[in-house]
């Protein structure tokens, strides 16, 4: 059985009012809205991975935030410390292939979150009002409405 690391990063707007999905193009998930994310590279930490899948896929730049701020620090000069997941899940790919996938929560950075054209065809932005008519995966789907209802809460 193999394990690959992945990561799926669920980006908020500036102003925390929409999430960014990629729509995927091949199977499973072919025609769905998905976060973007990828595999982690050899010589990568999940942060870095994060950070590089968001910008390929959608042009975007982004911070990888906390899910709860406030998590204690402790750190040694051997550490480097992650931002807290949202969670950390296995996904089974085939009866050969797993992922350990790094689910993580994102914020644009720069000058803007306006998608270029060259990714506008795949690649939006969409609000809490938006997500029972987007195609994607249930699990999906819950998870970013929860994430809103988190945001609200803050």
């Known amino acids: 059985m193999r394990y690959e690391y992945a990561v799926n990063v669920f ?24 976060p973007p994310g990828g595999h982690v590279e050899e010589g990568e930490n999940p942060l870095e991975a994060a950070v590089r899948e968001v910008r390929e896929e959608t042009g975007l730049e982004v911070e990888v935030i906390d899910f709860r701020p406030g998590s204690p620090i402790l750190l040694d000069s051997r550490t480097v410390r992650m931002p807290e997941p949202i969670r ?10 797993k992922h350990v996938d790094f689910v993580l929560l994102g914020e644009v950075t720069g000058d803007s979150d306006q998608i270029q054209d ?21 699990n999906v789907k819950e998870l970013a409405f929860f994430l809103f209802r988190h945001k609200q809460e803050d």
């Open 11 to 34: 980006v908020f707007n500036s102003d925390y009012t929409s999430l960014l999905f990629v729509r995927r193009v091949k199977p499973p998930f072919a025609g769905q809205y998905l």
């Open 88 to 97: 950390v899940q296995v996904e089974y790919i085939d009866r050969h292939h």
């Open 118 to 138: 060259i990714y506008r065809e795949r690649v939006k932005w969409v609000s809490i009002n938006e997500l029972n008519d987007t195609e994607m995966p249930r």
